[in-house]
Structure formats: structure tokens, C-alpha cells
């Protein structure tokens, strides 16, 4: 197992460990597993340390991406894929070839993790970001799990990102997309809080919308108890948290769990004042019942529920036919 710890004695030694990915893919390539987990592990290394220079790969991957391959071949370029500098390099060219393969691979749960990875560093990147199809946002339903070191969950919370999300009009990839960001391991981007408790009371508020916001409540709930186990359990599994970290969490965190708490209670409150179905039937029966002239009121049993009134001079009670019923009320 490659630590974290190490990442300073493996950066030094980073082109050589990029040289070894050829070979790495040809030994997955063969059925031969241990060389890519190996060179995998130190990329998530060295990626919590803040490095990710892997240019020199680049040219491998888009080669596997852009040219008929083996299945094989594309899930080497895949689990690559959250390593590569999206940002910094000309990767206009591999987004359509990567997520057309990341749409069409078998999915398994480290295959989603690197695509929702990736996904959400090339989304943070507004120059980038038109080239994304449509259809590969659908892989946040997935919920695959994180690492607590995920440049992608880091970046991923910016504004930018959550318009893009919210501009696809689908609350299931939203909340999705909330539930993979929120997380004890990385705190949001500035003002990008602000407009998630925006998006909460706009998207997420009302009657109907109950089972979304217990969700989202639930996941906020776990992240803040794990907060509340302390900065030394926590650098158990990421080194790089800070007490500033710790609290600035707590507080964007609790700040939409407030936000949901009052929805939440604005609802009830409006479902406590609305009048039922069955008593506004019965005061328009009270208010028919003042006319001098006798009325026919038709109910049908069936939902929704129809009234029709008609003045009538007739003084008999007619029968009842099938499920309708037909009554003259007299002054």
C-alpha cells in the first residue's frame, strides 16, 4: 500500500513512475492487475499532496481514447483519467472520446468513482465545461464513493458547477450531485454555500419534495457527526485537514441543514392551514341551501371530486342512478 506520507519522495521520482503507465496498461491489458493498482495508489498519493502533473500520459491516454481499442484498454484510460491535469493541458479533444467510452464501459464501483472524479474536475473548468454531453451527468444517480482525497469533490463545489447541474432541470441528479459533494472531507467553495441554500429553498421547498429533503438532511447529519469526531480522527485519512478546515465545514454545513429544517417547517405549517376538500363541500352545500329556488346538486365518487349546481323548480327527489347521485335541497 502506498501512503500518503510518501508523496514527497515519489514526486521526485514522478517521471519514472509516469514511464512505468505504458506497461502498466499492457500487464491490465494481459490480465495482470497488480502493476496499474500499484501505479493508481501512488497517483491518489501524490494527488493529495496537491501534485498531479501527469502530462506525460496524456498522449498515451488520448491514443487508447481516440482509437479503436479493447474494452480493456479503455478502462486503463478511465481509472486514469481524475490524474490527468484537465485544467492545464489542450484536453478539449479527449472529453467526447472519454465520456463516450465512460458511457459505454460496464459499470463497477471504481469505474464510477474515477468517471464522477473526472467528471467533476473537467465541470469546474467554465472553458471546458460546453464540451461535456448531457447524458454523462446521469453517473451521479450512481452514488459511487468517494475518497477522502478527491480532486474532483474539491473542485466540484464551485458555482459554476452547481448552475451547470441545476441547468439540466433534473432534481434527481441534483440531489445526486449534493449528496457526493457534501462531504467531511472537503469544505465548500466560497459563495458556493450560499448558493446551495439558494438552490435548496428554490428546487427542493414545497409539498411533494419531502422525500428529497430527508435525504439531503440525512447525508448532512452524517458529515456533521463525523466533523464532531474531531481533527485527529479525521487526519487519520486525510493528513492535509487543518482546524480552520474542521470549522468552516460546520458552519457551511449547518447552514444548509438549517435552511432544510425551515422548509421542512414551512411546509407543515402551510398543510395545517389549508382547508380540507371535504369542508369546502360542505360550505358551498351551506351557502346553496340559502337560495329560495330549489337546487340539484350532482356529486360524482369517483376522483376528482365535480359539483355542478343548476336551478331547478322541480319538488322530487330523484332516483340514484349507478354512482352519481342526484338530491333537491329546499329553502
Known sequence: MVEAADADLLYSRHKAITALFPYA?????????????????????????????????????????????????????????????????????????????ALAITYTDNIGQAIVDTLLQVAS?????????????????????????????????TQGVLQAVRALENLEILKSYLLLIWSEWDHLFCYAGGEMCASIRTDFSGIGMEHHRKDLLQQLDLVLGQL??????????????????????????????????????????????KPSRLAIIFSLLTLLGKYRNPLKVYMCTSPPVLLAVLLDHSLFISPIHNSSHQLTLYP
Open 125 to 157: 473548468d467554465h472553458s471546458l465545461q460546453p464540451f461535456l454531453p448531457p447524458g454523462i451527468w446521469s453517473l451521479l444517480k450512481k452514488h459511487p464513493l468517494l475518497p477522502p482525497a478527491c480532486m474532483g469533490r474539491c473542485q466540484g463545489s
Open 25 to 101: 496498461a499492457q500487464q491490465e491489458q494481459s490480465g495482470e492487475h497488480e502493476m496499474l493498482n500499484t501505479f493508481l495508489q501512488t497517483a491518489r498519493a501524490l494527488q493529495q499532496s496537491r501534485f498531479t502533473l501527469w502530462h506525460r500520459i496524456e498522449l498515451f491516454v488520448a491514443s487508447i481514447l481516440n482509437v479503436a481499442r479493447p474494452a480493456s484498454m479503455k478502462l486503463v484510460a478511465i481509472l486514469a483519467s481524475p490524474h490527468l491535469p484537465w485544467a492545464t493541458m489542450n484536453s478539449e479533444h479527449l472529453i467526447e472520446p472519454w465520456a463516450a467510452a
Open 228 to 273: 464532531d469526531l474531531g481533527l485527529g480522527h479525521l487526519q487519520q485519512h486525510k493528513s492535509s485537514l487543518d482546524e480552520f478546515d474542521i470549522w468552516l465545514m460546520k458552519e457551511q454545513y449547518g447552514d444548509l441543514k438549517e435552511v432544510l429544517l425551515n422548509i421542512d417547517k414551512e411546509t407543515i405549517n402551510t398543510l395545517t392551514r
